[in-house]
């Protein structure tokens, strides 16, 4: 993403850490960046380490001081859940 500000080291180390609890293929996470529009909403990407699926992308929220993956995938990855402002920003959209 060209957008964003890279998140510090302490937020990546905590999506990295809540993503790799659910991800099978244990996908590396890359890319982690922090919205300038409002900093509670961070995207990453996933570049999985075995060839059995393609890379992927997803958006965190921080709520009360703690990160939670809201939304992860591969197509239409944050439509409802993340606010259009903050999607534009990092040049997707939802239909």
Do not use: M, R
């Amino acid at each position: 993403y060209k957008a964003g500000t890279y998140s510090p080291q302490s937020v990546v180390s905590e999506i990295t850490q809540l993503q790799q609890k659910n991800d099978l293929y244990l996908a590396g996470i890359v890319n982690v960046k922090t919205s300038n529009l409002d900093n509670h909403w961070v995207a990453f990407t996933a570049i999985p380490y075995l060839p059995y699926t393609d890379p992927a992308y997803g958006w965190a929220e921080s709520a009360n001081g703690a990160w939670k993956i809201i939304d992860f995938g591969t197509a239409k990855v944050g439509c409802g859940v993340v606010p259009n402002n903050v999607q534009s920003e990092f040049g997707f959209s939802c239909p």
